[in-house]
């Protein structure tokens, strides 16, 4: 068989399926991608509703990779502006500005200093080799860092115990200035840019699902409402609702492992040990919309305690003027559970609506025009002590058969829009590569 009648497949059009199947469609390579749900954009979806318009959950686009960044605004034709991040974090019954480790100044005298002193102390005692992501918070940041911020926020979010899990994932994702940088924010405002997200990008108009859409409009063989239910890897077949058996050569599958595990068929046993080891987080995100603005400027708070149902809020009528109409506002407020810390899902609701006027976000005459909820499955996969073997035992055996899993829940990592954008690009490599082999 010539290389180029090899078939490709793609499962998902989330963004890393649409980008592989963009990046093999410049190649010249034909493809076909099967999405279950009626719209693409996978997480990247937007909604609008009396006249709001809600992401599925605040979605703002980071750029490390020049290519990617010239890549969305091409795609984006104009309709992308920049915003120099406004995030603060809800404390000691203040918003202190984020990231707490550089900005001690803005706490309470003796929080500040109980900080700092702790934070020169772990500076002081030097590389350790932390054996868990607790461990490496107090080693990295010190215990008063620690115990005021970084401890309860992920205990919050990642809704396991913390010894329980890596930490090779922290290194683009926490911040982590250095020393003479913690010690000029103590003593006052701090204008270094810390972090991934420092700045970000996003849609003029329209909402992240633009992205997405643009992505669609110059792709063939995209096929909508076409869940594929099983696939055999030794026939190299697979099911898809609609469209009944369909042979291929190569598998690009961008769905969630654990969802690729129900449909493998069959699965040997190994490898079914491997899949149940994986664990995430659900997000459940209440999104709002109020009669009147609020928190003008700020773009999201963290809430650190538990005494909060939510662990972050955000504002999209800060990113974009057309997400809310004029005068209103647009909020969001996610919820981290997980099997370990199930969601009273019959009052969660209310719950986030009381929270957010109990933390001031919401006034007690703020009236909601609209609620929106989106309840999010597969959040962020967790790095717990089993993630390395068992990532790497599915990667072995999927690679074996001819399949690429990218993508965020493909690949099983934390993974901004950006890399899988890139995802999907190196997999589309991957496939050319093997075409002209
Ligand atoms: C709460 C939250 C907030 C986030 N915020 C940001 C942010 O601010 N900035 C940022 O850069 N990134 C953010 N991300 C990450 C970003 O959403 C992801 O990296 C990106 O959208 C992942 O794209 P994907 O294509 O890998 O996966 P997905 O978007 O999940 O796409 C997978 C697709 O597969 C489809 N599918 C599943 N099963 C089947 C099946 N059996 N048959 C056919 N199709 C199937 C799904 O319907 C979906 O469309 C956030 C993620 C979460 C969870």
Redesign the pocket.
Known sequence: MSVNNKKVVI????????SAAWHLQEKALDCSV????HA?????KSRKLKGFSFDC??????FRDKYIFRLVKRLLNGNIVSHKRSAWISNFGIFSPYPFQANLYSLPDNIGQECLLGFLKAVQSGERGALNFREWIDQSFGAGIARHFMLPYNDKFWTVPLEEMIYTWTGNFIPQPKPSEVIKGFFGKNKGRFGY?SE?WYPRSGGIEQLPLAFERGLKNVFKE????SVDLQRKELV?RGKGKIKFDLLIS???LP?LAK?LNPLPRRLSVAFNKLRWNS?F?LNIGVKRKCQPGRHWIYFPHKSTSFFRAGFFHNFSHSAAPAGKGAVYA?VAYSKRRPLDKKNITKRVIKDLVSSGILGRDNKISVLDIND?K???PVYDENYPEATAVIKEFLTGNDVIS?????SWRY??????ML??KHAAEAVSNEKSA
């Open positions: 499962l998902g059009a989330g963004l890393a399926g649409l099967f999405e279950k749900d693409v954009g996978g997480l990247c959950d605040g979605h703002l686009l980071h997200n970000f076409c869940k594929v239910d898809a961008t769905i969630p969802e449909i997000i995100n996610e999010i597969y959040g962020y990218c993508g965020r829940y493909g993974m901004s829009m950006e890399d899988a995802d999907g």
